[in-house]
């Protein structure tokens, strides 16, 4: 690896191709293959300390993102969404991978101190996750079918052996998680403390002590903002928008906390700022989001305190006032 400037560098992804851009350079992407090989070559002559952008791409991002990491260079993982917007408001003509590729170089050097810096799951923490996403379409399935029953009562029967067969394959997608998460070094403990949170079951808790083991953040309201349940002000001169929910994080950890304040607001503990929230006019679901965020506060502090459970008296004690 040679001696050269750090470089800003966009990595344009696709299943069998990367189109990188160096930020600075002139003329069009590199276009290589999405192999080992491949990538192994390229990196031999990048700058050591290199910033590289790439875009969350399902699978087909993880190959150069973890060989680039390891290779030393600083990872950024960036919103697709994020990077829509970005490119219709520099490139707003064209799309194509060079473009796009160009995109994120500029974007990273631009906007590279504010970014999170990515690192590579461990196997563990990549199996619980994938569980979680395949427990979570298991659930869907099997509540469209209840639902299709319903709507059908004739036919309800014909699902049955259907609905059993994803109760039982939720019930050992449980059993396989339960297993990894005593396999991780440190995690069992931590996570049987999150589970003392009003609200924070198997499934919640193993996703929320899934993050943190795997990211560090500098405070509550970065991993709320990590998660996408921080409200965005809409706000211009004298007019005061109506605040929705950034949803910028994992769909799927917002929705199992949804599920954990629903759980939460029928405990004495969560009772106070629940009827807070709705006395204050807010609706059911703005209420329990504000629950949800309360839970995560809680789950952090904890976290981050060894030893520490959930006190429900201090909860009680404190201002029943939306987080």
Partial sequence: MNDEISQFIGIDVSKDSLSIFVWGQQGNSLEIKNTEQAISNWLMNVPA??????????????????????????????????????????????????????????????????????????????????????????????????MAGKESPDTSA????????????????????AVTIKSITGLTENYKRLRTVSGIGKVSGAGIANILAHYEFRNADALIGYVGLDPKPVESGKYRGRR???????????????????AAVKKEAFKPLYKASID????????????????????????????????????????????
């Fill in 49 to 146: 300390g290199s910033f590289i952008g790439l875009e969350s791409t399902g699978r087909y991002h993880k190959l150069a993102a973890s060989m680039g990491y390891n290779a030393g260079m600083t990872i950024f993982l960036l919103q697709p969404r994020d990077m829509s917007n970005y490119r219709r408001s520099v490139t707003p003509r064209s799309k194509t991978d060079n473009i796009d590729a160009q995109v994120l170089a500029r974007f990273v050097a631009m906007e590279h101190k504010n970014l999170r810096l990515w690192k590579p799951s461990t196997k563990e923490q990549e199996k619980i996750d994938d569980l979680l996403r395949i427990r979570a379409l298991c659930s869907s399935s099997r509540a469209k079918l209840a």
């Fill in 158 to 177: 014909l699902l049955d052996d259907l609905a059993k067969t994803f109760n039982q394959t939720i019930a050992q997608i449980d059993k396989a998680m």
């Fill in 244 to 262: 929705r929910l950034s949803k910028r994080g994992p769909s799927q950890i917002r929705w199992l906390l949804y599920l954990a304040s629903m």
């Fill in 280 to 323: 204050k006019g807010l609706s059911r679901t703005a209420a329990l989001c504000i629950v949800a965020r309360k839970i995560l506060r809680i789950a952090y502090a904890i976290w981050n305190k060894p030893g520490a459970i959930f006190d429900p008296t201090k909860l009680l004690k404190s201002t029943p006032l939306p987080a």
